[in-house]
C-alpha cells in the first residue's frame, strides 16, 4: 500500500479497526477510546474506561463483587437496558449560560443529584476502603450512604468531615439494629436508609465462583466489619420475619428521616404513603438480589404518580453517564446514586479513581443539560425523553 495515497491508507485502517481478529497498535488504538485501556488517571475519560483498568487491576473475585450481580445477570442488563431504549429531546435557544445542579433533600441543599449508594466491604477493593470514598466524597461535596456492612465503622468514616446516611438492613436481633441506629445518630447521619429487598442473600454465581481461587494462589482475607465491632450479642443480616408492621419499631428508635430501600412496585409505594416513610429509593440491587427482569429506570414511572410530591424518590442501578443522570431525573427522580461507577474508580485508582468518577458524571450531567435546554433541575421533566419501543 502506497503512503502517497492517504485514501487508501484510511480504508486499511478502517478495515484493520473492523477486523475481530486484528491486533491493534497501541497509538493506533487511540482513535477508538472504547478499546483503550487507560495507564493513568489523567487519560481516563469516562467511567467504563475506569471499568477496564479495574478490571486489569483487582484480583478476580475482588473485581467479580463489583461487576457480579444475582443469576444469569439479567436483572442488572435490564438495568442497563433501560436507559439504552430511551432518547432525549433536546430544546433550542434556551439560555443556558447558568446550570443550576442543586438539590434539596430533607431541608438540606446539596450541588448534585449525584448520591453514592451504599457499599460494603470496600476494604476488598482498596486498602483504604470507606475511608478513600468518604475523603472522595467530602472532597466533591458528595452525600454518601454508609453501608451496615462496612469494613469501618460509621464512626470511623464520619471522622471524615461529610454529608452521611446510614443505610441498615432488618435484623432478627432489635438490640442489634438499635445499636446501630444509636451508633448512626451518634456520628452525625442525617438519614437512615432501611434495605428491604434482602430477606435472603442472592445468588452470586461469578462471585462464588472467582472467590474459590482455583489455581491456590489467591491468600485467604480476613474481613473487618466495623459496625459490628463492640456488640456482644448476635449479629445476624437480615430478617425473613420483618414485615411492614414492624417499621413502627424502627420509627420509635430513631428520629432521623427513614427512606426504604428496594420499592419496585406501585403497590408498595402507597404503602410507603400508609406507613408515614419519608423517601424512597427505587432499587433492585443492582440486580444482586432477586432476578426479577425489571430495570429500576422502567419502574420509576408507576412508583412516580405515588410519591411525587409527597417524598423524596431516588433511583439507582445502570447509571453509567451523566446523561442517565439526566433521564431518571426526567422521569421523576429527585436524585440518583450510583454504585458500580465509583467502585471501579476506587479498585483502579483509590481516592483519585472515586474523585474522578464523580467530576465525569457531573461534568456529563451539566453538558447533558446545556444541551438539552434546561438550566436547573426543576426545569427537567418527561418532555424531554422519548422511548424507543
Not at 503512503?3 to 484510511?10: D, G, L
Not at 488517571?41 to 457480579?68: C, M, S, W
Amino acid at each position: 500500500m502506497s503512503r502517497s495515497n492517504p485514501e487508501a491508507r484510511r480504508r486499511f485502517l478502517r478495515f484493520l479497526a473492523a477486523s475481530p481478529f486484528a491486533v491493534i497498535p497501541a497509538d493506533f488504538a487511540w482513535a477508538y477510546p472504547d478499546r483503550a485501556v487507560p495507564t493513568s488517571l489523567k487519560e481516563v475519560l469516562n467511567i467504563f474506561q475506569l471499568d477496564k483498568v479495574a478490571q486489569r487491576t483487582l484480583p478476580r473475585d475482588a473485581y467479580h463483587f463489583i461487576a457480579g450481580s444475582s443469576d444469569d445477570g439479567s436483572t442488572n442488563a435490564a438495568n442497563l437496558q433501560a436507559y439504552a431504549k430511551r432518547s432525549l429531546r433536546p430544546r433550542r435557544l434556551v439560555n443556558v449560560s447558568r446550570i443550576d445542579t442543586t438539590v434539596e433533600l430533607f431541608g438540606k441543599r446539596r450541588p448534585s443529584p449525584i448520591i453514592l449508594a451504599p457499599v460494603g466491604d470496600q476494604q476488598r477493593i482498596h486498602p483504604d476502603g470507606e475511608l478513600a470514598t468518604a475523603r472522595a466524597a467530602a472532597g466533591e461535596k458528595t452525600l454518601m450512604v454508609c453501608s451496615m456492612v462496612t469494613s469501618f465503622s460509621i464512626g470511623e468514616i464520619a471522622a471524615i468531615n461529610g454529608d452521611y446516611w446510614f443505610q441498615l438492613y432488618p435484623s432478627a436481633n432489635r438490640e442489634f439494629m438499635r445499636k446501630l441506629l444509636d451508633d448512626a445518630n451518634a456520628a452525625g447521619c442525617s438519614a437512615i436508609v432501611l434495605t428491604i429487598d434482602g430477606p435472603t442473600r442472592g445468588n452470586h454465581e461469578a462471585e462464588q465462583w472467582f472467590r474459590r481461587a482455583r489455581d491456590g494462589t489467591a491468600p485467604a482475607r480476613s474481613a473487618r466489619l466495623g459496625n459490628f465491632e463492640n456488640f456482644k450479642g448476635a449479629k445476624s443480616i437480615g430478617d425473613p420475619a420483618f414485615t411492614w408492621s414492624d417499621l413502627a419499631w424502627v420509627r420509635d428508635n430513631t428520629s432521623l428521616p427513614l427512606l426504604l430501600k428496594g420499592i419496585v412496585t406501585r403497590e408498595d409505594a402507597k404503602l410507603c404513603r400508609k406507613y408515614g416513610i419519608d423517601g424512597v429509593i427505587v432499587s433492585n440491587h443492582g440486580g444482586r438480589q432477586e432476578g426479577n427482569g425489571r430495570g429500576t429506570l422502567d419502574v420509576l414511572p408507576e412508583i412516580v404518580p405515588e410519591l411525587k410530591g409527597r417524598m423524596p424518590v431516588l433511583i439507582d442501578g445502570g447509571i453509567r453517564r451523566g446523561s442517565d443522570a439526566f433521564t431518571a431525573l426526567a422521569l421523576g427522580a429527585d436524585a440518583v446514586c450510583i454504585g458500580r461507577p465509583y467502585l471501579w474508580g476506587l479498585g483502579a485508582f483509590g481516592q483519585p479513581g472515586v474523585e474522578k468518577a464523580l467530576a465525569i458524571l457531573q461534568a456529563e450531567l451539566i453538558r447533558t443539560m446545556i444541551y438539552a435546554g434546561t438550566p436547573s433541575l426543576a426545569a427537567i421533566n418527561k418532555d424531554y425523553v422519548w422511548t424507543n419501543d
